[in-house]
């Protein structure tokens, strides 16, 4: 990289192309290891990701989160004031003990990116994962007058000290509970949902989050990175005779399809006046200027793919008790919100009609990678029809669950087209054959049928997402 390179900023990346949005669709590498093993060092499968899948369901899964989520440590007498000028959500209960997912928008009320908030007292904060949002705050920290200081702990592939501050396991299953009674030393604390306790798991000083990925008694187990082999190889023993495995990659980026949750928003950025300074202020070489956009909707203006809170279903986090970043648009949002997230299932003539493609003679459809179908790295958007060819939203994330034997998609779609069991289309496929990016070959498009269900879409999700480990929970 040259030095000129080095010091652009994204508004002068903005400015010298032409076409942003032809840009990002198809000539950035993407900044996510999602589509990037080799910005990773976790393992794509340890067994199979069928096994890894079934085991979050019917024993005990363990994924290392620990190298692909940048943090964020914000502390001093201005830390809360900060986050609380920034968030949409109320930080009024915010208390050691208590973790909230925390989202930030811009002043139009378009979402910048969420992240998960831990109150580690002493006038210390910790963020996990999305960076466009956790540069959000650090340029709000660095242009105001605030009385804070930040430690940027950045994801594995763009950390340059080679390691991290923290390790991160995620422990999930119905087997989770009874796992974690093992490995904690001492009695097992009873943790509610969204709560966190400290404890010691093989005399190694850890945070446990009550939280879980697929509707079981879950903990995501966070302590100094230097002792993950310690902590690790303590829950594997104890999860040997649980029928514990090992998560790969494949696996993890498969787990919201059940789960529900949406990933990365395309951060409203990238236009607006009121945003320049921001603009120049990000550097070109960053994930704003390297995220990939793929999938069939394909506008002429970035402004399209802008999303509100209540677009991705964070409607109910918007707290409109204090004065913050986007307020004035969130409120007008909130008076009629235009779409809503749901789930979708495809219909399985369709699915079999897109495979059976790789058969006869002629393009194909789009190829159907399993058990994560999207190609793009992180920011997937396909068109989403009503049966008379109205475009009423937009399909994210796609992917199969061997747990419900289904190929599903999360989407955003017009609110009054979001009743479950409604049919709609989803337009399958990139046009004109396809993109330049790498990983998408000739094809074509096509439409699939789709049926709207909720989200989450596993029953045990929603049945169970608010249960508690430990002494009361864990068995």
């Not at 236009?271 to 200027?289: F, H, I, K, N, S």
């Amino acid at each position: 990289m040259t030095a000129e390179a080095s010091t652009r900023s994204l508004q002068d990346l903005i400015d010298a192309t032409p076409d942003l949005v032809d840009y990002l669709y198809n000539d950035t590498p993407g900044a996510h290891s999602r589509t990037r093993p080799d910005l990773t060092p976790v393992r794509q499968e340890f067994t199979n990701w069928r096994d890894e899948q079934r085991s979050w369901r019917e024993t005990a899964i363990l994924f290392d989160q620990s190298h692909h989520m940048p943090e964020l440590f914000v502390s001093g007498p201005d830390a809360r004031r900060l986050l609380g000028h920034i968030g949409v959500n109320s930080l009024e209960n915010l208390q050691p003990g208590r973790a909230k997912q925390f989202i930030g928008c811009t002043p139009r009320g378009h979402m910048i990116g969420d992240c998960i908030l831990y109150d580690l007292g002493g006038e210390t904060y910790e963020l996990v994962s999305s960076t466009p949002l956790l540069n959000w705050i650090e340029y709000h920290a660095a242009t105001g007058s605030w009385d804070v200081r930040l430690e940027r702990d950045n994801n594995t592939s763009d950390n340059p000290t080679g390691r991290r501050t923290k390790f991160r396991f995620q422990l999930d299953g119905p087997n989770a509970g009874a796992i974690f009674d093992e490995i904690v030393d001492g009695t097992p604390p009873d943790i509610p949902f969204f709560r966190t306790a400290r404890l010691t798991i093989a005399g190694v000083d850890v945070m446990v989050l009550r939280h879980s990925m697929s509707g079981h008694r879950g903990v995501e187990i966070s302590g100094d990175y230097l002792h993950r082999d310690v902590v690790r190889d303590a829950i594997l023993e104890a999860g040997a005779q649980h029928g514990l495995l090992r998560g790969g990659a494949k696996t993890y980026y498969s787990a919201s399809f059940e789960g529900g949750w949406m990933a990365y928003p395309l951060p409203g950025v990238y236009t607006g006046e009121e945003l320049r300074p921001y603009r120049e202020w990000l550097p070109a070489t960053g994930w704003e200027g390297r995220f990939q956009l793929a999938g069939s909707f394909r506008p002429d203006s970035i402004e399209a793919y802008y999303v509100t809170p209540f677009d991705m279903g964070y409607g109910k986090l918007v707290k409109f008790d204090h004065d913050f970043i986007g307020k004035e648009a969130l409120e007008s949002f909130a008076a009629n919100p235009a779409r809503t997230k749901v789930t979708l299932v495809w219909n399985k003539d369709d699915v079999l009609r897109i495979v059976g493609s790789l058969l006869d003679p002629g393009t194909p459809y789009k190829y159907l990678e399993l058990p994560v179908a999207d190609y793009g790295n992180l920011m997937h958007r396909d068109e989403v029809r009503s049966l008379d060819g109205g475009l009423i939203g937009l399909a994210t994330k796609t992917g199969y669950s061997i747990n419900e034997r289904k190929l599903l998609s999360l989407a955003m779609i017009d609110v009054e087209h979001a009743t479950p069991g409604k049919e709609v289309e989803i337009v399958w496929g990139e046009p004109d054959g396809g993109s330049r990016k790498p990983q998408v070959e000739l094809h074509q498009q096509t439409t699939v049928r789709a049926t709207v269900a909720e989200a989450p879409y596993a029953a045990t999700v929603r049945q169970r997402g608010s249960a508690a480990v430990g002494a009361t929970g864990g068995r």
